[in-house]
């Protein structure tokens, strides 16, 4: 069977983690592998609605995805998880719970500062944070804890989309996952 892989792609908000994973599992789709990505948003509507954004929450929410991720890589899948997963325990733990069941895991720090990020803006969030709208936002009033040996880390300020999803793809093909 086909080797399946969780491919976390961690940031902040407005990093470019879906850009990124859209990108690349058109690019993989297209040439047959069998793609699944678990977008943090549908999540929060469904596996994980009624979380908020405590810490336990955000580590509960986690947890779940990397739960449904390990099944799916377990069956061949190679999955991109577009999700901020703020803190290096619970990053930690899915990529053990990985490795115990012998399934790759693969971690991409989507590195983009927050200057850029809060330029992009794609949901109004560090709008609605500046304007006193919402709190706990992450890498503003909320934490995110760096990734310290990501497998990959992409600044993508001053690249293309196609050249971000490339620099992943290069990685995945290294590791012989992209088929
Ligand atoms: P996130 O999922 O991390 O919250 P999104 O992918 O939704 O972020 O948004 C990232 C935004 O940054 C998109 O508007 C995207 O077009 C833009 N962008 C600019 N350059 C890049 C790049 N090199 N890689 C990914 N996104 C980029």
């Given at each position: 069977m086909t080797t399946g892989a969780t491919v976390w792609l961690t940031?902040?908000?407005?990093?470019?983690k879906t850009t990124i994973a859209t990108a690349l599992a058109d690019t993989l789709r297209a040439a047959g592998r069998r793609v699944e990505v678990l977008d943090g948003d549908e999540i929060r509507e469904?596996?994980?609605?009624?979380?908020?954004?405590t810490r336990q929450d955000r580590d509960t929410n986690v947890q779940r995805i990397g739960f449904v991720a390990e099944l799916l890589a377990s069956h061949g899948v190679l999955v991109l998880v577009p999700v901020i997963a703020p803190y290096a325990d619970s990053r930690e733990a899915v990529r053990k719970r990985h490795q115990a069941q012998g399934t790759g895991y693969v971690e991409v720090h989507v590195a983009t500062p927050v200057d850029v990020c809060s330029v992009r803006d794609v949901k109004g969030l560090y709008a609605r944070q500046a304007a006193g709208e919402?709190?706990?936002?992450t890498g503003v009033d909320d934490p995110y804890e760096v990734p310290?040996?990501?497998?990959l880390r992409i600044e993508?300020?001053?690249?293309?989309v196609e050249q971000s999803a490339a620099a992943v793809h290069a990685l995945l093909a290294e590791k012989g996952l992209t088929i």
């Amino acid at each position: 069977m086909t080797t399946g892989a969780t491919v976390w792609l961690t940031g902040l908000p407005s990093a470019g983690k879906t850009t990124i994973a859209t990108a690349l599992a058109d690019t993989l789709r297209a040439a047959g592998r069998r793609v699944e990505v678990l977008d943090g948003d549908e999540i929060r509507e469904f596996l994980s609605a009624g979380l908020g954004f405590t810490r336990q929450d955000r580590d509960t929410n986690v947890q779940r995805i990397g739960f449904v991720a390990e099944l799916l890589a377990s069956h061949g899948v190679l999955v991109l998880v577009p999700v901020i997963a703020p803190y290096a325990d619970s990053r930690e733990a899915v990529r053990k719970r990985h490795q115990a069941q012998g399934t790759g895991y693969v971690e991409v720090h989507v590195a983009t500062p927050v200057d850029v990020c809060s330029v992009r803006d794609v949901k109004g969030l560090y709008a609605r944070q500046a304007a006193g709208e919402l709190t706990g936002l992450t890498g503003v009033d909320d934490p995110y804890e760096v990734p310290e040996n990501p497998d990959l880390r992409i600044e993508t300020q001053g690249s293309t989309v196609e050249q971000s999803a490339a620099a992943v793809h290069a990685l995945l093909a290294e590791k012989g996952l992209t088929i």
